[in-house]
């Protein structure tokens, strides 16, 4: 009898998670992302090479979209810490902004959980910097400030808190174009809360 009540209630626990949640709420959301960023760069030569952006370094961000059945699709502004490093003649400076444009799919979207899959595009603030170490000033190298074409891919899982309230874990790597004839990319590794309002 034991056995099987534990047994009757193990299939319950896995039903209520299989199954769909009623009342779901699509419509417009707001979510809050926060997490480890990583950048890398890729330069043979130039002033870039050997420099070495990839500590982890903490990403916050923020969005607002609109959620339909499948399908999300929001606009998200991304904040990346400083990251720097080191020299023999100083210190360089490297910081990323992101602005982009996402889409996501939702394997499941009416379940209490549901894998992810997601896409974006947009734009990248770089700024990189040197700064000399006998002055503190920037130094003949300069400052390089693009703006720069950006895209990212990625997945996740996102779990049903409520109808309303979901939280996200996730991946993205992003394509962030160049400074100085390198190429910089990022990963991210976040947790993250939507509300649908």
């Known amino acids: 009898m034991k056995k099987l009540l534990m047994s009757t209630a193990a299939i319950a626990v896995v039903a209520a998670f299989a199954m769909p949640a009623h009342a779901e ?7 809050i992302r926060g997490g480890i960023a990583q950048h890398d760069v890729s330069a043979s030569s130039g002033i870039m090479s050997g420099n070495s952006l990839d500590d982890n370094k903490l990403m916050i961000s923020g969005a607002l979209g609109y959620r339909y059945e499948h399908w999300r699709a929001e606009l998200e502004y991304v904040w990346r810490d400083r990251t720097e490093h080191d020299r023999d003649l100083g210190k ?12 996501y799919y939702d394997f499941m979207p009416y379940n209490w959980w549901t894998p992810y899959v997601g896409v974006g595009v947009g734009l990248t603030q770089l700024n990189f ?5 006998a002055s503190g000033q920037v130094d003949s190298i300069g400052n390089y400030d693009p703006l720069n074409f950006t895209w990212s891919v990625g997945g996740g899982l996102s779990l049903k808190v409520t109808n309303r309230f979901n939280v996200d874990l996730g991946y993205r790597y992003y394509d962030m174009g160049g400074v100085h004839n390198a190429d910089i990319t990022a990963q991210e590794v976040y947790g993250g809360v939507r509300y649908v309002f």
């Open 92 to 103: 360089t400076k490297f910081k990323s902004y992101s602005y982009m444009l996402n889409a």
């Open 25 to 31: 709420c699509d419509g417009f959301y707001g979510a």
């Open 129 to 133: 910097a040197r700064i000399d170490k």
